[in-house]
């Protein structure tokens, strides 16, 4: 009868451990469009910011669970809003995912979204801050509506990527729509109690992150210096 008491009280034991352990390891989930994919600038995967902050968790023994399930070319802020709202499923490796259950269940969660959309605009002739505050504010409004329902769902550590040029193109315009959308998405972030990371400084410094003159998405250097930003500024 001790001699099972003692089994018991062993595997009670360990069973207590486990539990204790995987409650201070990370779920984390990342979110959004291509640069969310580590997309590079020939269209291909390559090691982005992402796959540096989970290598970094993993080598620091914190991670508990990942996923991108939820992250895709061109993603609108919009269409994942929509998402949300219809309690998105995906099928990955003949497993379903729910969106909301993810985000419910996240301890991490980082949103790279809106670049797309910003690109297809910088990309018109004669840009000057005023012929696109129009389109700006609908973009920074969109952003607080996404926001205010992830909040709803999820009570993780929540990381919001603003937007870096896409070009190496660089003037008191350029620079002004930016400075613009930096200060409002700042707003909303403090608004929803959630860590806005500000790369346009960053990859502005180093331009060589940007090689193809015909793309904007990063090297995998560029990535790797977002993730140390967020590592550093989040203190990961």
């Keep these: 009868m001790k001699k099972i008491i003692v089994i018991i009280l062993i595997v009670l034991f360990v069973y207590l451990i486990y539990i204790f352990n995987d409650k201070n390891l990370i779920d984390y989930m990342v979110i959004g469009d ?78 790279s979204i809106g670049m797309d959309e910003l690109v297809k605009i910088l990309n018109q002739d004669n840009i000057d801050f005023q012929n696109i505050k129009e389109y700006l504010d609908k973009n ?22 603003g937007y870096y040029n896409p070009s190496n193109n660089y003037n008191s315009n350029i620079d002004s729509i930016f400075a613009y959308l930096n200060t409002e998405y700042t707003k909303l972030c403090k608004k929803y109690n959630i860590s806005y990371v500000d790369i346009y400084g960053i990859i502005k410094k180093n331009q060589n992150c940007l090689p193809n003159n015909f793309d904007y998405h990063l090297t995998s250097r560029g990535y790797l210096k977002i993730a140390n930003n967020i590592i550093e500024k989040n203190n990961l």
């Design 34 to 111: 291509s640069i969310s994919l580590g997309i590079n600038s020939y269209g291909n995967k390559t090691y982005g910011y992402n796959d540096y902050l989970k290598t970094y968790l993993e080598n620091n023994n914190l991670l508990h669970k990942y996923n991108n399930y939820f992250s895709k070319n061109s993603y609108t802020i919009e269409e994942l809003t929509n998402d949300i709202n219809n309690n998105k499923d995906i099928l990955y490796n003949d497993k379903t995912y729910n969106i909301r259950k993810e985000l419910r269940e996240a301890d991490l969660l980082t949103i």
């Design 140 to 161: 920074i409004k969109n952003m607080d509506i996404l926001l205010k329902k992830i909040t709803e769902l999820s009570k993780s550590k929540i990381i919001l990527l």
